[in-house]
């Protein structure tokens, strides 16, 4: 029963002994703390830097509590206190704003090609529709051909190669034209969204020098 005691015991605190060996601070841990919190002292920081303090406090925290060593309740009363600092709330707004702006900008552009495939699409049902019906006047034509004599059927089928060139001419035409409104289109709707894109920016510069 003793030994059973024992080496429950001891396995127990084998398995401690692994669990604490398993979880350690990151290399250069007290430096880059150190780093971080001074430029985090500034008014204009990165939220870059913000995140990657946050994270080594977070290891810091399992790290001690891990040993069992109370040094752990140290980091959460820093992460509290980062947290409640203007400057990185201000930056932690501005950072998630921008993300706001770019999923917007994102959709805007996903919403263009859409517009432009569809356009595509209803000037490629349209030419398609024209080049059918010039197809059946043709296999008319033909079946004319077949059922009747060469020298009354020739003029007939150069008429139709007459109104065949004439046709395709337009149809060319008419596609280039669209092709060209589409691309204008377009270019106008990138300048809009560039303009708005300044405009933001200008807004957001605006606020942060009022607010220094």
Known sequence: ??????????????????????????????????NL???????????????????????AIEYYENMKDEKFIIFKN???????KQNVNMAMDNAQEQHQQEVKYQYINIKQIKQYQK??????????????????????????????????VRVLLNN???????????????????TDIINRRLQIRKKKNKMKSYQDLDKQLDISINNS
Request: proline share 1%; aromatic share 10%; hydrophobic share 30%.
């Open 78 to 84: 820093k992460i509290t206190s980062l947290l409640m």
């Open 160 to 178: 139709h190669d007459q109104e065949m060139k004439y046709h395709m001419k337009l149809i060319l035409k008419e596609c280039e034209s669209q």
């Open 37 to 59: 919190e001074l430029e985090l002292e500034t008014l204009d920081i990165d939220i870059k830097n913000v995140v990657e303090l946050l994270e080594l406090y977070s290891k």
């Open 1 to 34: 029963m003793l030994q059973k005691i024992f080496n429950k015991k001891t396995d127990e605190d084998n398995n401690d002994y692994s669990c604490k060996q398993k979880v350690s601070l990151p290399e250069n841990f007290a430096d880059r703390v150190f």
């Open 119 to 152: 356009l595509m699409l209803d000037n490629y049902d349209e030419k398609n529709s024209k080049f059918q019906r010039l197809k059946e006047i043709q296999n008319k034509l033909k079946y004319i051909y077949q059922q009747d004599n060469w020298q009354s």
